[in-house]
């Protein structure tokens, strides 16, 4: 079958095995980039020869303990694999294409040595059956909405990434296949950018104005830099201005570029409800000092590392960011299996989070 991200449910499962038998199970993909990338883990068999991963408990491997998905966020580059690797969606309408197979005895895959007893291959979709991706090349805004089925009017979402310069559309596909519009929009280092201007609040507005967009239920969501850039929006003097936003994310710790840019910014203005999420709480503070606090929920997750994203994303503990003028690696943090739990429960958070403030 194929697994999808905006489906939460999946199951893996080994029939007509031997009772009390060590097998792994393997997954193995390849990314747009064609890098390899793999997860394994070891289990015992049952005493009917099943092995079931929404039950059982891996006892070695890419994960130890009951993973009903372990498999997908355990996804790592192959050994012998280009430095610094990130696994990031870049063609949201074609699926990631999974191979999974269940080896013979406890073993690694890269051994070549084990027996396959079976194999089945699965897809992850990020866009699910009749949401609409439009390019969007005005006014100087370069982005890519996402419509959900229907005609509208739908609640949406402003989407900010980080500074790494690239169109990231994957979080928008998602949010599109829930029923949001949502549009996610390149603000520097992009080829197509026409210069450095400020878009963000024309971004804004292009969206709250599309004529399938209920223009008194738009968000923000905004990660590292993003965070920034949507919290300047939210707080914008002029009451007009800022009863526009409904809600924020604020998704991710604020690293030390970031954070000193909060200070400037007038929070005391901030009119609508915000969840941050991770790590730090130096916003909170922040906020309680402007006698903010009853709009703000805060999600703190202990192991999770910088990037928090949709789940079931491998995370990467450091990235190459760039290679010019030199190469520059980027130290992410987080640890595989409390980062994995982290973007499960926020996003079924985040998503809770905007039913209660973009639809009722």
Known sequence: ????????????????????????????????????????????????????????????????????????????????????????????????????????????????????????????????????RIKIRQNGIVGTLFLPPGPGPFPAMLDLWGMGGALVEYRSALFASRGYASLSIAYIGHKELPGPQNRINSAFDLLRDHRQVCADRVGIIGLSFGVYLALRIATETGAKVRQKVQCLFLNLQLDQYIAPLIVFLQLENLACPLMYIVGEDDLSETLRAADKSQLFTRLSYPGAGHLIEPPYSPNSRISLWSVKPKKLITLWGGHLAPHAAAQEDAWKKILDFMENNLRR
């Open 1 to 132: 079958g194929a697994e999808q991200p905006y489906v939460t449910e999946y199951t893996i499962k080994g029939r007509f095995l031997p009772p009390h038998c060590p097998v792994t199970v393997c997954a193995r993909m390849h990314s747009e980039d064609d890098d390899l990338w793999e997860a394994f883990a070891h289990y015992n068999t049952n005493a009917d020869g099943t092995v079931n991963l929404t039950k059982d408990h891996s006892v070695g491997g890419s994960y130890l303990g009951c993973e009903p998905m372990g498999l997908f966020w355990g996804l790592q580059p192959a050994p012998g694999a280009r430095e610094g690797l990130r696994l990031r969606k870049k063609n949201v309408e074609i699926p990631y294409v999974v191979h999974m197979s269940l080896l013979e005895g406890h073993v690694s895959p890269g051994e070549g040595q084990s027996t396959e007893l079976a194999a089945v291959t699965t897809e992850r979709w990020y866009t699910a059956p009749g949401v609409k």
